[in-house]
């Protein structure tokens, strides 16, 4: 029996090139999976899938405005959480590309993390697991 897992999310971005740029430059074997236009009450805009066959981050163009920053307390998407095999890679592939840590996750024996800040200010958080514990990997008493 397969069990439920969040397939993607869907953002709205105000550079859909940049944002897409950011992912793919922080993981470079996901890929645009989809890509193209549509009217959205009333407005034309871009989107584009990127990710791999089974899960990826839906980017719709064309935004507005700003999301809450992740200190706030406004209802919203604070960050996107991607696991990755190797988070100092990531960090060193975004370095090249120009961004900058905006702050390392809690210390715990099972996990590491790094979260950025892309330059349409949403957050996302690559996050390292060094067990296949279930148990170690989840303990948030650490």
């Not at 790094?114 to 390292?128: G, K, P, S």
Request: hydrophobic fraction near 35%.
């Amino acid at each position: 029996m397969e069990h439920a897992q969040v397939e993607h999310v869907n953002i709205t971005v105000k550079d859909i090139d940049e944002t897409s740029a950011f992912l793919l430059a922080a993981i470079p074997d996901w890929r645009i999976r989809g890509h193209g236009t549509m009217a959205w009450f009333g407005k034309q805009i871009r989107w584009l899938h990127v990710g791999t066959d089974s899960t990826y981050v839906a980017l719709q163009g064309g935004g507005e405005g700003g999301g809450p920053h992740w200190r706030e307390h406004r209802v919203g998407v604070k960050h996107i959480g991607i696991v990755v095999p190797d988070l100092d890679a990531v960090v060193d592939r975004l370095s090249e590309a120009g961004y900058r840590v905006d702050h390392s996750g809690a210390s715990h024996p099972s996990r590491r993390s790094a979260y950025f800040i892309e330059r349409d200010e949403l957050q996302f958080e690559f996050v390292e697991y060094s067990s296949g514990n279930p148990a170690e990997r989840n303990d948030y008493g650490t």
